[in-house]
């Protein structure tokens, strides 16, 4: 691949994305070599989705392999957000005080116009698993079971996962008992993260709890170095 065309495949999908009408004018006039490469950086970088959609909204018909890629993410991603609501309301009834983390918040407060349209437009904010702070995350054992969930492979001292597998689908829940794994060099309580925490409406209606919006930021922040 050359790395010209690379650039200029990225240059395509940020502007069918993100400037309708110029930027399928700008699909209509590329070259296939280019729309080949455009599809293949769209699956590597996930948004298969959201490339497909933003075609469509522009009345130009998705490449066939990117079209049959975007219609399996969008069920992934649809059945992502529904066990994901059905697994915080879970844990909210057995008296838990779920906090949701990182994509399952910012997914409320970053995106709130697609939050409040989920799971229909799921594919906006993608999502393959969810992060949730519990006070006794091994107290939710009992819950995740209830739910069709069982333990996973743990990748960190500081959360257990658990996963959920459906017709060629699969949905991991990832429950901490911190933000980071201990020694981590931050000044943090998470007794005074979980009190701190504010809610936020939900499409159901309902309210789903999230870190209060510093917290958040920091948490972000903390992954990125």
């Known amino acids: 691949m050359r790395v010209g065309l690379g650039f ?3 240059r395509l999908i940020a502007a069918t994305v993100l400037r309708p009408g110029e930027g399928g004018a700008a699909w209509r006039a590329a070259a296939p070599e280019l729309h080949a490469r455009a599809v293949a ?7 298969d989705l959201l490339l ?7 009345e130009i018909d998705p490449p066939a392999e990117l079209a049959a890629r975007a219609a399996s993410a969008k069920a992934a991603a649809a059945w992502s957000w529904v066990e994901g609501a059905a697994v915080l309301d879970a844990l909210e009834r057995a008296g838990l005080a779920p906090i949701a983390l990182k ?3 910012l997914s409320a407060r970053a995106y709130p116009l697609v939050f409040a349209s989920l799971p229909d437009r799921a594919y906006l904010r993608h999502a393959t698993d969810l992060d949730v702070l519990l006070a006794r995350p091994e107290a939710a054992a009992v819950v995740m079971r209830e739910e069709g969930f069982e333990p996973d492979v743990q990748g960190a001292a500081h959360h257990i996962r658990w996963r959920k597998r459906g017709p060629g689908l699969a949905f991991s829940v990832e429950l901490h008992d911190d933000l980071f794994d201990r020694p981590h060099g931050l000044r943090l ?3 005074a993260l979980r009190a701190g925490a504010v809610a936020v409406a939900s499409p159901d209606g309902g309210t789903r709890r999230v870190l209060a ?4 930021f920091l948490h972000i922040a903390g992954h990125a170095v």
Do not use: E, K, W
Not at 41 to 47: F, I, M, N, R, T
Not at 52 to 58: F, G, M, N, V
Not at 213 to 216: Q, S, V, Y
């Open 189 to 191: 309580s998470t007794d």
């Open 213 to 216: 919006p510093l917290d958040a």
């Open 103 to 105: 994509g399952g918040d």
């Open 41 to 47: 950086l769209a699956g590597q970088a996930h948004v």
């Open 52 to 58: 497909a959609a933003s075609l469509r909204a522009q």
């Open 8 to 10: 200029d495949a990225a």
